[in-house]
Protein backbone atom coordinates (compact mmCIF):
# COMPACT_ATOMS: atom_id res chain seq x y z
CA UNK A 1 0.00 0.00 0.00
CA UNK A 2 2.84 2.26 1.12
CA UNK A 3 4.14 2.14 -2.51
CA UNK A 4 1.17 3.19 -4.03
CA UNK A 5 0.31 5.88 -1.97
CA UNK A 6 3.56 7.28 -2.75
CA UNK A 7 3.01 6.73 -6.53
CA UNK A 8 -0.42 8.63 -6.41
CA UNK A 9 0.70 11.37 -4.32
CA UNK A 10 3.79 11.93 -5.90
CA UNK A 11 2.21 12.52 -9.37
CA UNK A 12 -0.08 14.80 -7.79
CA UNK A 13 2.95 16.92 -5.59
CA UNK A 14 4.40 17.08 -9.50
CA UNK A 15 0.96 18.23 -10.51
CA UNK A 16 0.44 21.05 -8.00
CA UNK A 17 4.44 21.91 -8.28
CA UNK A 18 3.57 22.58 -12.09
CA UNK A 19 0.54 24.50 -12.15
CA UNK A 20 1.61 26.39 -9.12
CA UNK A 21 3.83 28.44 -11.48
CA UNK A 22 0.68 28.69 -13.42
CA UNK A 23 -1.94 29.40 -10.86
CA UNK A 24 -0.36 30.82 -7.79
CA UNK A 25 -3.68 32.05 -5.97
CA UNK A 26 -5.22 27.72 -7.27
CA UNK A 27 -7.60 26.87 -4.47
CA UNK A 28 -6.98 29.62 -1.93
CA UNK A 29 -3.18 28.17 -1.39
CA UNK A 30 -0.18 31.04 -2.03
CA UNK A 31 2.09 28.97 -4.40
CA UNK A 32 5.03 31.05 -4.97
CA UNK A 33 8.88 29.46 -6.35
CA UNK A 34 9.85 28.27 -3.21
CA UNK A 35 6.61 26.47 -2.34
CA UNK A 36 6.34 25.11 -5.65
CA UNK A 37 9.82 23.74 -5.42
CA UNK A 38 8.72 21.76 -2.60
CA UNK A 39 5.90 20.37 -4.25
CA UNK A 40 8.15 19.45 -7.00
CA UNK A 41 11.16 17.89 -4.91
CA UNK A 42 8.51 16.10 -2.70
CA UNK A 43 6.65 14.56 -5.57
CA UNK A 44 9.93 13.02 -6.93
CA UNK A 45 11.34 11.99 -3.88
CA UNK A 46 7.87 10.25 -3.28
CA UNK A 47 7.75 8.85 -7.18
CA UNK A 48 10.66 7.55 -6.32
CA UNK A 49 9.93 5.38 -3.42
CA UNK A 50 7.00 4.13 -5.26
CA UNK A 51 8.10 3.13 -8.01
CA UNK A 52 11.41 2.38 -7.27
CA UNK A 53 12.42 1.74 -3.86
CA UNK A 54 12.19 -0.86 -1.22
CA UNK A 55 8.52 -1.73 0.14
CA UNK A 56 10.11 -1.36 3.34
CA UNK A 57 11.52 2.44 1.97
CA UNK A 58 7.96 3.16 1.05
CA UNK A 59 6.80 2.20 3.93
CA UNK A 60 9.26 4.30 6.13
CA UNK A 61 8.86 7.59 3.68
CA UNK A 62 4.99 7.38 3.93
CA UNK A 63 5.35 7.16 8.02
CA UNK A 64 8.19 10.08 7.91
CA UNK A 65 6.63 12.18 5.33
CA UNK A 66 3.19 11.71 6.71
CA UNK A 67 4.22 12.60 10.21
CA UNK A 68 5.86 15.69 8.88
CA UNK A 69 2.99 16.79 6.99
CA UNK A 70 0.57 16.86 9.56
CA UNK A 71 2.74 18.16 12.19
CA UNK A 72 2.88 21.39 9.91
CA UNK A 73 -0.43 21.84 9.15
CA UNK A 74 -1.32 21.19 12.73
CA UNK A 75 1.62 23.73 13.48
CA UNK A 76 0.14 26.03 11.20
CA UNK A 77 -3.03 26.04 13.03
CA UNK A 78 -1.42 26.47 16.73
CA UNK A 79 1.40 29.00 15.79
CA UNK A 80 -0.51 30.57 12.73
CA UNK A 81 -1.63 34.20 13.68
CA UNK A 82 -3.83 37.21 12.26
CA UNK A 83 -0.81 38.20 9.62
CA UNK A 84 -0.80 40.42 6.85
CA UNK A 85 0.79 38.19 3.83
CA UNK A 86 3.66 39.51 2.43
CA UNK A 87 3.21 36.83 -0.49
CA UNK A 88 1.29 38.82 -3.25
CA UNK A 89 -1.03 36.17 -4.98
CA UNK A 90 -3.88 37.32 -6.50
CA UNK A 91 -7.31 36.63 -4.99
CA UNK A 92 -6.68 37.07 -1.71
CA UNK A 93 -7.01 39.10 0.76
CA UNK A 94 -4.51 41.01 2.91
CA UNK A 95 -5.10 39.08 6.27
CA UNK A 96 -5.18 35.33 7.40
CA UNK A 97 -6.79 34.52 10.87
CA UNK A 98 -3.72 31.15 10.87
CA UNK A 99 -1.10 32.72 8.41
CA UNK A 100 2.51 30.68 9.26
CA UNK A 101 5.00 32.39 7.69
CA UNK A 102 7.91 29.97 7.10
CA UNK A 103 9.86 31.89 4.69
CA UNK A 104 8.26 35.55 5.14
CA UNK A 105 7.76 36.71 1.23
CA UNK A 106 8.68 33.08 -0.20
CA UNK A 107 6.87 30.43 2.17
CA UNK A 108 3.56 31.47 3.80
CA UNK A 109 1.26 28.91 4.62
CA UNK A 110 -2.90 29.46 4.96
CA UNK A 111 -5.57 27.72 6.41
CA UNK A 112 -6.21 26.03 3.26
CA UNK A 113 -2.96 24.44 3.22
CA UNK A 114 -3.06 23.88 6.76
CA UNK A 115 -6.06 21.37 6.00
CA UNK A 116 -4.94 19.95 3.43
CA UNK A 117 -1.13 19.58 4.81
CA UNK A 118 -3.07 17.65 7.68
CA UNK A 119 -4.87 14.99 5.37
CA UNK A 120 -1.95 14.62 3.49
CA UNK A 121 -0.05 13.67 6.25
CA UNK A 122 -3.00 11.40 7.37
CA UNK A 123 -3.01 9.74 3.79
CA UNK A 124 0.75 9.30 4.03
CA UNK A 125 1.10 7.64 7.19
CA UNK A 126 -2.27 5.82 6.89
CA UNK A 127 -0.27 4.03 3.67
CA UNK A 128 2.85 3.13 5.87
CA UNK A 129 1.28 2.38 8.84
CA UNK A 130 -1.02 -0.58 6.83
CA UNK A 131 1.83 -1.50 5.03
CA UNK A 132 3.42 -3.44 8.13
CA UNK A 133 1.62 -6.64 6.85
CA UNK A 134 3.05 -6.33 3.47
CA UNK A 135 6.73 -5.81 4.57
CA UNK A 136 6.45 -9.37 6.49
CA UNK A 137 4.77 -11.13 3.60
CA UNK A 138 7.54 -9.74 1.43
CA UNK A 139 10.14 -10.60 4.00
CA UNK A 140 8.44 -13.93 4.50
CA UNK A 141 8.18 -14.80 0.57
CA UNK A 142 11.88 -13.65 -0.11
CA UNK A 143 13.23 -16.29 2.25
Not at 73 to 87: N, P, W
Not at 94 to 113: I, Q
Not at 126 to 134: E, F, K, S, V
Amino acid sequence: MAKTVATILGAAFILVGLLGFVAPGMMGMHLTLTHNLVHLISGALALYFGLAGTLSGARAFCIAFGAVYALLGIAGYLLGSDQAHTVNVTGHGATDSSLLKVLPGNLELAAPEHGLHILLGLIFLAGGLLTRRDVREAVRDAT
